[in-house]
């Protein structure tokens, strides 16, 4: 039998009058554990969520690697380039690599009676993946562009039409600024929302035909292609991948370095991730220290007798870390339940509302990593367990006569 275990569980759950003082100093660990974990929980799914995102949005309106030709000058026109490439085939066998799709971008002018914006025409093709303006769909559908005709439905974004006073099947004339001036019939079909006002301030979705006609290309030409990817972590090693199979006039580049201002500021909210972490571990430790020295200096007669009866420094310190344990595990598991619980409503029922001119997004968004989550649990026991070791110490310095007298 473990004597120590036996002893711990019997200080556990003897009457609260034999434990005046250590009963509520317990109750206000295993508080403060719960809190600092439930709170560490909703930092490390709120940051992630948030970045996931953010990244999302961003490589949802521009893939994860763009291939075009290497004279263009990043503005909103491309230079054409062939469509018919030699590394097409292999680059879509490739593992990680999901999507290949051709685009090309014309800036252009919505005029309306009493309003103008710019804007920038994004013409795709009959390869285009849809997943990511369903999924951001308000109203209407996805027009679908195939090879037998040219379509002028359009998919527009809430922000513009809210600001043009525009409605669902409505005609919208674009002006294209080139020489000679061209103008564009199109009618709305679809009105999306992703609330990154970066991109739904601009960008329409149409026919990538009225970009070829526009630029007098041809329908062989492109302005380049797009590559969607399984895993945002693999981005640099199918760069150099795509990268080394392109001719010498085509360049390729990745979502982070085609906005690496918007990646940089993400990767910095690991910073607040590691400050949140560390106080809040800092405020359990304490806690918890502080609760053992509390229930040790309140049971010094019982270590004196102990020791008294022969038990070792060992066996008597192995009553108070098991009582350690105790404040750990329930605080943890209370601190699961609170912060997981926080989240998923959140998930479900969008509670807390944010405003997208300022976060990207409408409301605090919760990304469940169960792998994160675990990982903080036992990084948090172990934390604690090896700090709980210390005030134990003060056990071995302890005499059994001057302990059986401590009053």
Not at 238 to 255: A, E, F, P, R, S
Not at 343 to 363: A, E, H
Request: aromatic fraction near 12%; charged fraction near 15%; glycine fraction near 6%.
């Amino acid at each position: 039998m473990n004597i120590s275990f036996f002893i711990s569980n019997k200080l556990l759950i003897t009457k609260e009058s034999n434990n005046s003082y250590t009963r509520p100093i317990i109750r206000i660990s295993i508080f403060a554990i719960a809190i600092s974990v439930a709170f560490m929980l909703l930092s490390i799914m709120i940051v992630m969520g948030f970045k996931n995102q953010v990244a999302n949005k961003v490589i949802g309106f521009n893939s994860h690697i763009q291939i075009t030709s290497f004279g263009d000058n990043q503005s909103y026109g491309n230079d054409p380039i062939d469509k018919k490439q030699n590394f097409y085939s292999s680059i879509t066998q490739e593992e990680g690599i999901e999507h290949i799709q051709v685009f090309a971008t014309k800036a252009g002018i919505i005029k309306t009676e009493d309003e103008i914006h710019g804007v920038v025409l994004k013409g795709v093709g009959d390869d285009f993946h849809k997943d990511f303006f369903k999924e951001n769909l308000v109203e209407g559908v996805v027009p679908i562009f195939n090879d037998s005709l040219v379509s002028n439905n359009i998919l527009i974004s809430q922000r513009i039409v809210k600001l043009l006073n525009l409605k669902l099947g409505q005609d919208i004339f674009v002006y294209f600024i080139q020489d000679p001036p061209r103008v564009r019939k199109f009618k709305i079909s679809g009105i999306y929302r992703t609330g990154f006002s970066d991109f739904d301030d601009i960008i329409l979705l149409g026919d990538i035909r009225h970009v070829q006609n526009l630029n007098s290309w041809g329908h062989d030409r492109v302005g380049g292609f797009e590559i969607m990817l399984s895993n945002l972590d693999d981005i640099d090693r199918h760069t150099q991948i795509v990268y080394n199979q392109l001719d010498y006039n085509l360049i390729c580049k990745n979502i982070k370095e085609l906005y690496p201002q918007i990646f940089d500021w993400l990767d910095l909210q690991n910073l607040n991730i590691q400050v949140i972490l560390f106080l809040m571990i800092v405020v359990g430790v304490m806690n918890m220290i502080t609760a053992l020295l509390i229930m040790i200096l309140e049971k010094t007669q019982l270590i004196g007798i102990l020791k008294a009866l022969g038990a070792n420094n060992w066996v008597v310190r192995k009553v108070f870390v098991y009582n350690a344990l105790y404040l750990i595990i329930y605080g943890l598991m209370l601190g699961n339940i609170f912060g997981l619980s926080l989240g998923y409503l959140q998930k479900t029922f969008n509670l807390i509302k944010l405003d997208p001119n300022i976060y990207y997004m409408d409301t605090v968004p919760i990304n469940f990593d169960f792998s994160s989550i675990i990982l903080l649990n036992l990084g948090v026991f172990i934390i604690c367990w090896l700090v709980l070791l210390i005030p134990s110490i003060i056990i071995t310095k302890m005499k059994p006569i001057q302990s059986i007298r401590f009053e």
